[in-house]
Each structure stands twice: as C-alpha cells, then as structure tokens.
C-alpha cells in the first residue's frame, strides 16, 4: 500500500516561497513508470495540475504556474518537493501531493491526505 503525506507550513506571506514535501512509503520514486504529481484546489475552485516529476526525475509543470514552479526529488528519503515563488493570496489552496500511471490514460492511483496553505501578510 502505497501512502503520501504532505507537510509544510500552512501559512505563507506574500511574495515569498511557498515550500511543501511529499513523503511516500510503501512504493520509490523511481520505479518505472509512475510520475509524482502536485495538484491544487483554491477555495471554492476545481482541482489544478501544478507539475509533476517523473520515476527517471524529469519535470514538467503547468504553463500557466511554469515560471514560479520547481519540483525536486531526494530519493534517499523517498520525497519529492514543491517550490511555488513569489506566492499571492491567490496561491491560498489546498495542496495534494499524488501518483500518476500514464500508461493507463494518467489515472491517479493514490493521493495524499491534502494540505491547507494560506497566503495572507
């Protein structure tokens, strides 16, 4: 059983670098060929794709979030991290960290429990 955990503060001041890890057990990075994937949910919004990095640690992100996006890895622990720069109150959202397959038309087969991040001064 594969699990993602989320963790990060849950409060960010505009401008600043939003900065959040996903911890997964039961299953690596770097098996072929899941990608790991952060999606978001602004209030009262549907689900975003920020970006994802893949099992052989290649990114792709958003268009619209490309620029202020980073995603890394550190396979030693088995996490993978979100950067967002220059965050604004619009950046305020839920965020989940989660496992896609591609080969099976980019079904997500787990999900992180999801975490709260305000951007607020």
């Known amino acids: 059983q594969v699990q993602l955990q989320e963790s990060g503060p849950g409060l960010v001041k505009p401008s600043q670098t939003l900065s959040l890890t996903c911890t997964v057990s039961g299953g690596s990075l770097i098996t072929n060929y899941y990608y790991w994937t952060w999606i978001r949910q602004p209030p009262g919004k549907g689900l975003e794709w920020i970006g994802y990095i893949t099992y052989s640690g290649s990114t792709r992100y958003n268009p619209s979030l490309v620029s202020r996006t980073s995603i890394s890895r550190d396979t030693s622990k088995n996490q993978f991290t979100l950067q967002l720069n220059s965050v604004t109150p619009e950046d305020t959202a839920v965020y989940y960290c989660?496992?896609?397959?591609?080969?099976?038309?980019?079904?997500?087969?787990?999900w992180g429990q999801g975490t709260q991040v305000s951007v607020s001064s």
């Open positions: 989660a496992r896609e397959e591609p080969s099976r038309n980019w079904y997500i087969d787990y």
